[in-house]
């Protein structure tokens, strides 16, 4: 990731489209960006993870900035329950993977603070515009990350389960990018009796007083929830996303 004269990192979509001779998906499938092999359990999860109607679109929140960082699993040692996500992105016209899509999500830690906006997030500051990318505060780029989809549409993250803040339910932020354009950003979200269990659990008892179920949170919808089964001592988690990669 390159950097320009003041420290700001340049974006990575700006640096792709000054690349003329190499595609997208060339140019980051060349650093190992693209998903992998998917297991057969997160396939069967996939199959049945969702349909084509247009994924419900959400805010981006806050606390959004491209944060450059193209890999699979975002943890950074931040403490949390194990999260395995598997994303397919597809056409909401014709039900087809969307391939070298780019896919990203950011959510916050255990303790509800978002990198490279702790001291913003503390609290669950909702005061900066909602569609506005925000300029970094500190240096951190833990429960951040992106990948570009397989000839299947898929990608696949390794994450911790979020915590909360108040005002807002457990959920993960995601947008997904077709050649250079922002086509869809969305929230995913987790049913209310996994959630409760998870919170349960050490790092996330140590942050009680939840004040915000998906019943309550203003953007919730139904088409967000995952499909969400056990994965060892921690979850595997599968939603479809269904994009219109052209603007209808």
Same mark, same amino acid.
């Given at each position: 990731m390159r950097h320009d004269h003041e420290g700001r990192r340049v974006s990575r979509r700006r640096l !792709?489209?000054?690349v003329s001779s190499l595609g997208l998906g060339g140019l980051l499938s060349a650093s190992g960006a693209r998903a992998g092999t998917v297991t057969t359990d997160l396939s069967s999860l996939l199959a049945g993870a969702g349909t084509c109607t247009l994924t419900p679109s959400a805010t981006q929140g806050p606390f959004y900035f491209d944060a450059g960082k193209i890999r699979s699993? !975002?943890?950074?040692?931040k403490p949390g329950v194990r999260l395995r996500l598997g994303i397919r992105v597809?056409?909401?016209?014709? *039900?087809?993977?969307?391939?070298?899509a780019v896919v990203e999500i950011w959510h916050c830690d255990a303790a509800g603070l978002y990198s490279g906006a702790e001291?913003?997030?503390k609290g669950g500051s909702l005061d900066k515009p909602l569609m506005t990318d925000m300029t970094p505060s500190d240096d951190k780029r833990y429960l951040r990350g992106a990948q570009v989809t397989n000839s299947?549409?898929?990608?696949?993250?390794?994450t911790i389960w979020p915590g909360w803040y108040p005002g807002r339910t457990v959920h993960i932020h995601a947008m997904v990018h077709v050649s250079d354009r922002r086509v869809? *950003?969305?929230?995913?979200?987790?049913?209310?009796?996994?959630n409760a269990a998870v919170l349960a659990r050490p790092p996330y008892s140590a942050h009680p007083g939840r004040d915000t179920s998906n019943d309550e949170d203003e953007d919730f919808r139904d088409g967000m929830l995952m499909t969400v089964v056990q994965?060892?001592?921690?979850?595997?988690?599968?939603?479809?996303?269904?994009?219109?990669?052209?603007g209808r």
């Open positions: !792709i489209a000054g699993d !975002i943890r950074e040692g597809q056409d909401s016209g014709t *039900c087809r993977p969307l391939r070298d001291k913003e997030s299947d549409g898929i990608v696949q993250f390794t869809l *950003c969305t929230q995913l979200m987790f049913d209310e009796s996994v994965d060892g001592d921690g979850y595997l988690g599968a939603i479809v996303l269904s994009a219109a990669p052209d």
